[in-house]
């Protein structure tokens, strides 16, 4: 299965999103933990219309990431799951190319956190 190169160009750049969405997680949440010494609560979710709309511990931030990773595995596993069908190429870049739009918004969503 990992014989297929589109495959391997597929699971490496899902690494690299969700390794990069941990060390801004990790990031954003010693660099709050420092200047706010005492108080852990931070911005989760800002609404142009009505403003802050979320706030939470700080710990909540690593929902993000952590959400990205399972549906990282569920989109792998279903690939693998899918090796014997006819249409497995159709069927590996839709699950694979789904997985790595959805890490990218979800990476978004994460950076928006520190912005506001």
Request: charged share 5%; proline share 1%.
């Amino acid at each position: 299965m990992l014989k297929l190169q589109y495959i391997r160009i597929y699971l490496i750049i899902i690494i690299a999103i969700n390794l990069f969405m941990w060390l801004v997680a990790y990031s954003i949440y010693v660099n709050i933990n420092h200047n706010l010494a005492n108080n852990n609560l931070v911005v989760l979710h800002y609404n142009v219309d009505f403003g802050i709309d979320l706030i939470g511990n700080i710990k909540k931030m690593f929902i993000i990431p952590s959400l990205s990773l399972v549906i990282a595995f569920v989109n792998i596993a279903l690939t693998f799951l899918f090796t014997q069908y006819k249409h497995f190429k159709l069927i590996a870049h839709s699950l694979l190319g789904s997985c790595i739009i959805i890490s990218l918004f979800l990476s978004l969503a994460l950076t928006s956190i520190y912005l506001v």
